[in-house]
């Protein structure tokens, strides 16, 4: 079944404690994405690649790293987390470049106490 | 860069009433132009697009329309059915293959 998945689907942390979010397609996808979603803020954009190897910031990338080693993976950490990046996260990957259909992950609940 | 509006940011309307929701866009270059829905607890899902070398595309119930000269587009919803309640966003692409999202309209559908 082609998907997006992530996990954990819910964490609950203390401030400072770095945590990795993971995020896997199974779909050959270039394109991959980071977005939080937070209440009459929408979904904005942390961290995006259009390849391997190649890594962009997004629109509120502070506090956030991304890699892509290989085109399937695309994991965000967070190396010292604050109660300011408790959110709900989707991962999301396309065809290649973002005007194709994006598929999202399930979505990581983050609470950062 | 590109913006995008979304309005409104919620909208009530009873069970087989119309719904619309507009977003504006800023580039002029822009020319793809997806509508996602996001049901409760759900992820977002793609419903509808539309290209710049059309000016309305229809699904079933669901069609968008694109005005280029004023640069808007607008989600048309038929028929209103309960399962249509849920937040949807607009978005439109940036210079750098990338997409913007509106802030999303959190409609509800009255039985």
């Known amino acids: 079944e082609a998907q997006v998945t992530q996990n954990p689907r819910y964490l609950i942390t203390v401030t400072g404690k770095k945590l990795t979010v993971t995020c896997s397609q199974n779909m050959n996808h270039e394109y991959m994405s980071w977005y939080r979603q937070d209440p009459g803020l929408g979904l904005r954009q942390i961290y995006y690649?259009?390849?391997?190897?190649?890594?962009d910031k997004g629109d509120v990338p502070e506090g956030y790293k991304v890699s892509r080693k290989e085109k399937r993976n695309f994991p965000l950490i967070l190396e010292s987390p604050s109660p300011n990046q408790t959110s709900l996260y989707f991962c999301?990957?396309?065809?290649?470049?973002?005007?194709?259909?994006?598929?999202f992950g399930p979505g990581t609940r983050l609470t950062v106490l | 860069g590109e913006n995008v509006e979304q309005h409104p940011s919620t909208l009530s309307v009873q069970e087989g009433d119309s719904a619309v929701i507009k977003c504006t866009y800023s580039?002029?270059?822009?020319?793809?132009f997806p509508w996602y829905k996001q049901e409760l607890g759900k992820r977002p899902q793609l419903i509808i697009d539309?290209?710049?070398?059309?000016g309305e595309k229809k699904d079933q119930r669901i069609a968008v329309t694109l005005n280029k000269t004023a640069k808007h587009f607008s989600l048309h919803i038929t028929e209103t059915q309960p399962e249509d309640s849920a937040v949807y966003f607009c978005a439109a692409p940036r210079e750098e293959g990338n997409l913007i999202f509106g802030k999303g309209t959190k409609l509800s559908v009255k039985p």
């Open positions: 539309i290209r710049s070398n059309v």
């Open positions: 580039d002029s270059a822009s020319n793809y």
């Open positions: 999301a990957s396309s065809l290649w470049v973002a005007t194709n259909e994006q598929f």
């Open positions: 690649s259009m390849n391997v190897e190649v890594t």
